[in-house]
Nanobody, 116 residues
Framework: QVQLVESGGGLVQVGGSLRLSCAASGRTFNIYHMGWFRQAPGKEREFVAGVDQSGYITYYSDSVKGRFTISRDNAKNTVALQMNSLKPEDTAVYYC?????????WGKGTLVTVSS
């Protein structure tokens, strides 16, 4: 069974940091760009960060640029998102998926709550 499992979310204060991890199983994802996405309460899911197959090219939404860093380890089939200087507006459920996302790979996500 192919799946992506996110972990690392939690409750953090404004200005704090969290590191999210995404573990892929069932197949190798190194042929895809991979991305992190998030969905805040009452809002649509949005793109946050992406990385190419090699891991050398990364790109971000304007709202997280300079604060978040995406990385991948193809040998371990994992993707990470380092989040620094967190803001209340970063509160959301975070998901990883291919970029562009494939519907069959959406997982349960991991909840990040930033408290002020």
């Amino acid at each position: 069974q192919v799946q992506l499992v996110e972990s690392g979310g939690g409750l953090v204060q404004v200005g704090g940091s969290l590191r999210l991890s995404c573990a892929a199983s069932g197949r190798t994802f190194n042929i895809y760009h991979m991305g992190w996405f998030r969905q805040a309460p009452g809002k649509e899911r949005e793109f946050v960060a992406g990385v190419d197959q090699s891991g050398y090219i990364t790109y971000y939404s304007d709202s997280v640029k300079g604060r978040f860093t995406i990385s991948r380890d193809n040998a371990k089939n994992t993707v990470a998102l380092q989040m620094n200087s967190l803001k209340p507006e970063d509160t959301a459920v975070y998901y990883c998926n291919t970029k562009p996302p494939l519907p069959e790979y959406w997982g349960k996500g991991t909840l990040v709550t930033v408290s002020s």
